[in-house]
């Protein structure tokens, strides 16, 4: 998988995810503190990053209004060790559904929310929803 850390959590989550064998890089590293979260969304989509941050309300809507994204991961706001940690938890879990699945991370995270708990847990969810059909 392909990540990128957004300003609000620490740029060391990069180094957590290129331990467990990810790509990742942060607002910081590309040089972006001053971007908007339309432009943080829109490098995401270009570059097939799946975006790490806190800020779930900004990024839903901008995951609706793109109706397909890389995906998002969601991590509550802690110490750098916190968070560290639950990158590892995300990733751990990630890794665990898509072999459950039998897909790989990146496929199992297409328009898909995985949010890690401040205990611990973790959810996911399909993001935009998908339509069911009518009658």
Do not use: W, Y
């Not at 990810?22 to 270009?46: F, I, K, Q, W, Y």
């Not at 750098?80 to 699945?101: F, N, P």
Request: proline letters at 6%.
């Amino acid at each position: 998988m392909r990540f990128f850390v957004d300003e609000n959590l620490s740029p060391s989550l990069t180094k957590v995810c290129q331990e467990a064998g990810h790509e990742a890089t942060s607002v910081r590293d590309r040089g972006m503190l001053n971007a908007t979260d339309r432009e943080v969304s829109r490098l995401c989509l270009e570059e097939d990053r799946v975006l790490v941050t806190n800020n779930a309300v900004d990024f839903l809507g901008l995951a609706r209004e793109s109706g397909l994204h890389p995906g998002l991961v969601f991590l509550p706001l802690g110490s750098g060790e916190e968070m560290r940690a639950s990158m590892a938890t995300a990733i751990a879990e990630i890794e665990r559904l898509a072999g459950e699945d039998g897909t790989d991370p990146e496929g199992l995270m297409i328009n898909s929310v995985l949010e890690v708990e401040e205990d611990g847990g973790c959810g996911r969810f399909e993001f935009p929803p998908s339509e069911l059909p009518g009658p």
